[in-house]
């Protein structure tokens, strides 16, 4: 697929959603004539979900050695995702999906790959004696995965433009700290 | 605010999201006349406002007299928000508020009744001795509010549809105690 196809058409639905979403307003987009995005994909659900597999990588699991590290890994690829370029068009997948089908497979991959990642870092947890057997992947996958949606939802507009790979990072550390260590006070 | 078009007006934003709204949609699916709509309202952004301020109430700080308790109503009232019937609206309004001025009003406002329940409920915990002094409300609100959010976005169709008020406080239950408890085995 021709990178500047692929740009426009996630750019495109990042800003305006499904319901705007057409070839013709790709191709004016991209700069390139529509008859040549035609020729290629007849369907514009393939275009898209073609587009949004170049652009948007799934999130992987990394064996950083601890559990912490693993989960620093894990929600900084998360911020990344929702607070970097095509964060808009990650976030209009999760709410937009449900109801296209190619677009839900697509979203379903990415969901996919985060619940496989957290269940590695969970598993690793448990045999190296960090974590109890009994963790919930799920109630974590929540708190990480939506902390970070819910993070880049909140930040001002001119911060999340200037947010720089070591602000990510920052704040992967100081949540997982917050999420993996206990809100309550410690009374024993 | 006529209900119908309130309603109408919600649920089409809640589908279609922005660039698909405005007021002739509107007033067809809520089976009315268009030019009576257009009567009231010249502006659709003023019209879509309203409706989402008479249909999506702001979150609201509940003393149970537990930090706990505050919580599992906190998490409650979110996930009631997000999974509901008006959920879609919501979530979209999260991601699209920023470009639109006057939805951007309505969604600062809706958030801000959060970080204020949310600090409310800390303040009591602190006070309580429930909670360390240096508690974290943006952390505690990303995992939180990030929690009900990512629950709602991955619920299958089906199971969202057929949510009971038990369901929903189920999950609010043992979610805020996830988040409470210490992930870590406790080698103490």
Not at 89 to 105: K, M
Request: aromatic content about 6%; hydrophobic content about 50%.
């Amino acid at each position: 697929m021709n990178r500047r196809v692929a740009v426009a058409a996630v750019e495109l639905f990042g800003e305006k959603g499904w319901a705007s979403f057409s070839i013709e307003a790709v191709a004016r987009r991209a700069g390139v004539g529509k008859a040549s995005v035609y020729l290629r994909w007849s369907d514009k659900e393939e275009l898209l979900a073609e587009a949004l597999a170049m652009r948007i990588g799934p999130i992987s699991d990394v064996d950083t050695g601890t559990v912490r590290g693993d989960l620093v890994e894990l929600v900084r690829q998360l911020l990344d995702l929702y607070a970097g370029d095509h964060g808009n068009a990650a976030l209009r997948l999760s709410l937009e999906a449900r109801s296209i089908p190619r677009l839900a497979e697509r979203h379903e991959e990415m969901t996919q790959a985060q619940v496989l990642a957290a269940r590695a870092v969970v598993r690793r947890g448990i045999r190296r004696g960090e974590l109890p057997e009994a963790t919930s992947v799920t109630y974590l996958l929540d708190a990480l995965c939506g902390g970070a949606m819910n993070h880049a939802l909140t930040l001002p507009a001119a911060v999340r433009a200037s947010l720089s790979q070591e602000g990510i990072a920052e704040y992967a550390r100081r949540f997982v700290d917050f999420v993996l260590a206990s809100v309550l006070v410690d009374t024993a």
